[in-house]
């Protein structure tokens, strides 16, 4: 109970250390370990999954207001706060309605998301779309596997949000009867070899001539399959060559390293 004189005592020996060693204090609320609050805090029985929502909302931002008074009545403003849910749209509406509250920058992310793939999908949901609006200072994502690709997770949402445009970017088209290449091997080889690189550039694989070189001519370099093991290169939607499949990918990574 932060209403207590031994609370208070320790909130005001934590405030004196952090203000002591210039530290700011970041205020974590989290869907799975919301604090004791007056009149509600249990989840009215018999909500729709809409209601349920909107009830986690509240609470949510409720628990937040009061950690930051907490903190405001001892002289301390050097805050950064957190609301984290799995549930996607509490998350995205409970940071929206915060940062329409307080001047304190907002820390965004979806808790326990679950593994790699399904939860980068509900990180990139939720992250990005407070992105797109404006609100959020600093990101995680919180997968279930190696902690890489949490970062190259929060990066992909950084770059599709045009927030942050640093190394290259693939541009790759879904296969499709008129792909004669090993169209999706060679885009995953072609993505392996560009980790690390620092250029910007934009690198297309597509799987035809038909629409590769049209729709990616905003590309810098790319290479489309060019009929059965023939392919062709080209920079901003212009051919210059054709190849034999076996050679597109020495030769497409021989033109990103001139460029």
Excluded at 26 to 51: F, K, Q, Y
Aim: aromatic letters at 4%.
């Amino acid at each position: 109970n932060p209403g207590t004189v031994k609370d208070t005592r320790k909130i005001r020996e934590v405030v004196h250390a952090c203000k002591a060693a210039n530290v700011p204090i970041r205020i974590g609320v989290n869907e799975g370990s919301l604090p004791p609050l007056s009149g509600d805090e249990e989840m009215p029985e018999g909500l729709t999954a809409g209601l349920a929502g909107e009830w986690l909302v509240r609470r949510m931002v409720r628990a937040g207001l009061e950690e930051i008074k907490l903190l405001e009545q001892e002289g301390f403003y050097d805050i950064k706060i957190s609301l984290k849910a799995f549930d996607v749209y509490a998350m995205i509406e409970a940071n929206r309605r915060m940062a329409a509250l307080i001047p304190y920058p907002l820390h965004l992310g979806v808790t326990e998301a679950g593994t790699p793939k399904p939860g980068s999908i509900r990180s990139a949901i939720g992250i990005g779309a407070l992105l797109m609006e404006g609100v959020g200072d600093t990101i995680r994502t919180s997968l279930s596997g190696d902690p890489v690709e949490e970062v190259e997770t929060c990066y992909e949402v950084l770059r599709a949000t045009n927030i942050r445009q640093r190394g290259p970017t693939l541009v790759a088209c879904p296969s499709c009867g008129r792909a004669q290449i090993d169209l999706i091997g060679l885009a995953n080889t072609v993505q392996e070899r560009l980790k690390g690189m620092d250029k910007q550039l934009k690198i297309a694989v597509m799987g035809c001539v038909v629409n590769g070189p049209g729709e990616a001519r905003d590309a810098d370099i790319g290479i489309a399959g060019g009929g059965k093991g023939k392919g062709v290169i080209f920079k901003h939607g212009q051919i210059f060559r054709t190849l034999d499949e076996g050679d597109m990918l020495q030769v497409l990574m021989e033109e990103i390293e001139k460029l």
